[in-house]
C-alpha cells in the first residue's frame, strides 16, 4: 500500500478525501514461524462455542430469514447512528436499507445510491457513519452516511430517500471500503481502492513488506486506529478466495504503519474487522481484548488477540460458523436504544452474490 492520493478539488467535502492504495515496493513475506506456531496450536476458548447465528433478513427463502425484503441483494458495508437502527449497503440493488434489530425496515424508504457518470443506480459496499459537521453535500449540510462504491463513486446523504454524488473516479477505481478518522484536529475520509496498482511509493500508508500481488480490500477504524484488510488481486481483477490468502495492518490516521497484525494463516479474503465488547461471550466472561476478522472467502469469523495471535473461530452445534459470501461484521455503538450492542450484526452476498443477507450472532 503506498501513495494517498490528495482530492482537495472537490466541493462537496470540506477537508481532503485520502485514497488507501497498495505498494508494489517489496515482494516480501512477513508471516513469522513464531506466528504460524501460535496459530496452528492456538485451542479455541470455551467462549467461541455456543453462538447462534439469526438471520434477519434475504432476498429470498433460501437461508429462511425472518424477513424478505427484495431490495437486500449482497448485503456489504454496515454502520450505526449513535442511538439508530442499522443502516446496510446492498450492493446487488443499489440501496441502503435502514432497519431495525429485528430487521423489519423503519418508517424512511430504502436510500438509492447514485451510480457513475449518468447511471442512477450505484453500486454501494462499505458505508460510514459522519458524527462531524465535515464533509457537507451541496445544500450545505453534512453527509450523515458516506457510501463507497465498487463503480468508483461516494455518494452521501442527509434525510430523504436518495444519496447525492460527491465523488466519481469511474473507471479507474473501486471502493470497496471507507472509514473516518481524526488526525491532529482535522476529519478525514480513507477509501480502500481495490482495482489500482500504482508503482509510487511514499511514506504514508505503505507497508514495504507485503507482496505486490496483494491490495487493499477494506479498511475500518477500530478504536481510532485504521485496519486495513489485503486480499490477493486475480488477474480478473477480484478477489483471489483461498485459504492463507489475506494480511491485516494497523496504521495511525496520518498514514503511518504500526504493525502488521495478521499474517496469512487463518484469513481467506478478509474483509469486515470488529472489536468485541466483552458482553459478546456470555455473561460473567472476563474475555476482552479480541478482534473478530470475517473471511469473504470461506464465510469463517476468526478471533484474535490484541497482539494478532489466533485464538479460533466463532462456532454453533461444535462447527465453525459458515456465512457464504461473508461481507460485513459490526456492533452496534454501546449508546444504541434500538439495537442490542451484544450482537455481532452481519452482512453476506451468498450464491456469488447474487442474493443477499442480513442478521446477527449471540451467544
Avoid at 425484503?69 to 443502516?87: D, L
Avoid at 452521501?156 to 470497496?176: E, Q, R
Avoid at 468485541?276 to 473478530?292: I, N
Amino acid at each position: 500500500m503506498g501513495k494517498i492520493l490528495s482530492k482537495a478539488s472537490y466541493p462537496a467535502f470540506a477537508i481532503v478525501l485520502l485514497t488507501v492504495l497498495f505498494s508494489c515496493q517489496k515482494n516480501v513475506e512477513k508471516t513469522t514461524a513464531a506466528n504460524e506456531e501460535i496459530a496452528t496450536k492456538a485451542i479455541p476458548p470455551q467462549e467461541l462455542k455456543d453462538f447462534v447465528q439469526v438471520n434477519l433478513v434475504g432476498d429470498n427463502d433460501e437461508y429462511s430469514p425472518a424477513h424478505i425484503n427484495p431490495n437486500m441483494v449482497n448485503g456489504w458495508g454496515i454502520s450505526f447512528p449513535a442511538s439508530g437502527p442499522a443502516w446496510v449497503s446492498a450492493e446487488g440493488s443499489g440501496k441502503s436499507l435502514v432497519l431495525n434489530g429485528d430487521g423489519t425496515p423503519i418508517a424512511i424508504s430504502p436510500v438509492s445510491i447514485p451510480g457513475a457518470g449518468t447511471s442512477t443506480v450505484g453500486h454501494p459496499t462499505g458505508q460510514v457513519n459522519n458524527g462531524t459537521t465535515d464533509f457537507k453535500l451541496p445544500n450545505g449540510n453534512p453527509a450523515r452516511f458516506i457510501f463507497a462504491g465498487a463503480d468508483g463513486v461516494i455518494s452521501g446523504c442527509n434525510g430523504g430517500t436518495a444519496a447525492i454524488k460527491m465523488v466519481d473516479d469511474a473507471p479507474d477505481a473501486s471502493y470497496l471500503g471507507i472509514a473516518l478518522a481524526n488526525d491532529g484536529g482535522n476529519n478525514f475520509l480513507y477509501v480502500a481502492n481495490f482495482a489500482e496498482k500504482w508503482a509510487e511509493v511514499s511514506k504514508p500508508f505503505t507497508d514495504p513488506d507485503l507482496p505486490s500481488d496483494y491490495s487493499p480490500f477494506n479498511i475500518q477504524n477500530v478504536g481510532g486506529q485504521l485496519f486495513v484488510m489485503y486480499s490477493k488481486l486475480g488477474d480478473d481483477g477480484d478477489e483471489v478466495v483461498s485459504p492463507g490468502n489475506g494480511y491485516v495492518d494497523i496504521y495511525n490516521p496520518n498514514g503511518s504503519l504500526m504493525r502488521r497484525f495478521i499474517s496469512r494463516g487463518q484469513l481467506n479474503a478478509p474483509w469486515g474487522v470488529a472489536k468485541a465488547p466483552a458482553g459478546f461471550w456470555g455473561e460473567g466472561s472476563s474475555t476482552s481484548d479480541v478482534f473478530l476478522v470475517g473471511n469473504f472467502g470461506d464465510g469463517h469469523i476468526n478471533a484474535y488477540g490484541d497482539n494478532g495471535n489466533f485464538l479460533g473461530q466463532l462456532r454453533q452445534h461444535g462447527e465453525p460458523i459458515v456465512i457464504e459470501g461473508l461481507w460485513g461484521i459490526a456492533f452496534a455503538p454501546s449508546s444504541s436504544t434500538a439495537l442490542n450492542h451484544n450482537w455481532l450484526f452481519f452482512a453476506a452476498g451468498p450464491d456469488d452474490e447474487e442474493h443477499g443477507l442480513f442478521g446477527y450472532i449471540k451467544k
